[in-house]
């Protein structure tokens, strides 16, 4: 691979239900993004993480959550589904401090919540 | 917070006439401005981007332009080809590339 991966490309997830949508790099970025893009309000930021060990929370934390446990891999977790949270779903990575500062995306996936 | 709008929402040209696309920010320590392009089915994917030390940047067919007192720049794509047909986002940041805040997004179209 090179680039981003994310897991699953698409998956109809029952509300209640526990879900972790999987992103793995291979660049050796050290920060990654996740991203919900929705019709009409763009992309918005969940969480972050600026290196391995560390994350923060974005604009729309709530009822997500994430883990760095190292560099390539940046999970990200529903831990009890709502319709609300139907949406398509960008990971991101970057290099800080190498004068590149444009973000790298996967190619999303589409969750819908029922 | 920072704050981005976009301006249009969607665009229709004509293949080889050129488009523009604005975007105006609220904070006024922003410091860099990138365009993404979306195709369909696909993640954004970066463009061009220019920081606040510099007012214009070109590549090829686009470019973009940047005035820090107006808090806007803009995208403008020069012959236009039915590839160019994408969502556009544009983006700014206080902490270069660090938590970006986008844009809604412009739907181009290139009619043939």
């Known amino acids: 691979i090179a680039g981003i991966t994310q897991a699953p490309t698409s998956q109809i997830l029952a509300a209640g239900r526990r879900m972790t949508l999987r992103c793995t790099q291979d660049?050796?970025?050290?920060?990654m993004y996740w991203y919900r893009q929705d019709l009409g309000l763009g992309l918005r930021l969940i969480h972050y993480s600026n290196t391995a060990g560390t994350t923060g929370k974005g604009e729309v934390p709530d009822g997500y959550s994430v883990s760095r446990a190292n560099t390539d891999d940046f999970p990200l977790t529903l831990a009890s589904a709502v319709p609300s949270q139907t949406s398509v779903y960008f990971c991101?990575?970057?290099?800080?401090?190498?004068?590149?500062?444009?973000?790298?995306f996967g190619s999303g996936t589409r969750l819908t919540v029922v | 917070g920072e704050n981005v709008e976009q301006h249009p929402s969607t665009l229709s040209v004509q293949e080889g006439d050129s488009a523009v696309i604005k975007c105006t920010y609220s904070?006024?320590?922003?410091?860099?401005f990138p365009w993404y392009k979306q195709e369909l089915g696909k993640g954004p994917q970066l463009i061009i981007d220019?920081?606040?030390?510099?007012g214009e940047k070109k590549d090829q067919r686009i470019a973009v332009t940047l005035n820090k007192t107006a808090k806007h720049f803009s995208l403008h794509i020069t012959e236009t080809q039915p590839e160019d047909s994408a969502v556009y986002f544009c983006?700014?940041?206080?902490?270069?590339?660090?938590?970006?805040?986008f844009g809604p997004g412009t739907r181009l179209s290139v009619l043939p």
């Open positions: 983006a700014a940041s206080s902490n270069y590339g660090q938590n970006f805040v």
């Open positions: 220019i920081r606040s030390n510099v």
């Open positions: 904070d006024s320590a922003s410091n860099y």
């Open positions: 660049m050796r970025h050290n920060a």
């Open positions: 991101a990575s970057r290099i800080e401090g190498q004068g590149n500062y444009g973000y790298t």
